[in-house]
């Protein structure tokens, strides 16, 4: 004997109403990842633009405290002087990348909210739909945020570049010292 087929708990009606419940709080779930991983994404910016205006700013501020020991101690010629401030033009140009890095994400960030608010709304799916406003909004957002890393890697650039040529002027510096030393009259 056959035994009797159990019913379905559910009748379709109401396992369609289960997936779709089931399938919007997944992608609630989802829409609230992507939140978070933006709002992570445009800290973890903000702390980088801070951190090369600060080693770029701090290093400007040493290179020129220490050139002015130099200067008013009489210890280097202005040829000496102007080598040992080249590396301030590099300090100085990493900060300025970076302030339009800074500007640029600003810019980004606006230009997708702009994006965001000159969609149509609808009632139908997928409920909003893009304008030629809403387009070039979220390009121009694209082109501002491209513009705003290069501008980071413009400005580690420049610090580098700047360490490297603070090496080499303390390097000819020790080295001038060195020989004229060498050179000095022993008693």
Do not use: W
């Amino acid at each position: 004997m056959d035994a009797p087929q159990p019913q379905p708990l559910l009748d379709p009606k109401e396992q369609l109403q289960l997936r779709v419940r089931l399938a919007e709080r997944q992608h609630d779930l989802m829409t609230q990842f992507g939140q978070k991983a933006n709002e992570a994404a445009v800290k973890a910016a903000e702390e980088a633009i801070k951190a090369v205006i600060l080693i770029n700013g701090g290093s400007s501020v040493a290179m020129l405290a220490f050139l002015g020991t130099l200067a008013t101690k009489d210890v280097v010629s202005t040829v000496q002087l102007s080598q040992m401030s080249a590396p301030l033009l590099y300090f100085g140009t990493g900060v300025a990348a970076a302030v339009v890095a800074a500007a640029a994400a600003y810019f980004t960030n606006l230009m997708i909210a702009g994006s965001s608010t000159r969609q149509t709304r609808t009632y139908e799916q997928p409920y909003f739909q893009d304008t030629k406003s809403s387009n070039g909004h979220r390009l121009a957002g694209e082109i501002f945020r491209y513009i705003g890393i290069g501008a980071m890697v413009v400005s580690i650039g420049c610090f580098v570049t700047g360490l490297v040529k603070a090496e080499g002027a303390f390097q000819a510096l020790a080295a001038t010292k060195d020989s004229k030393t060498a050179n000095a009259p022993k008693p």
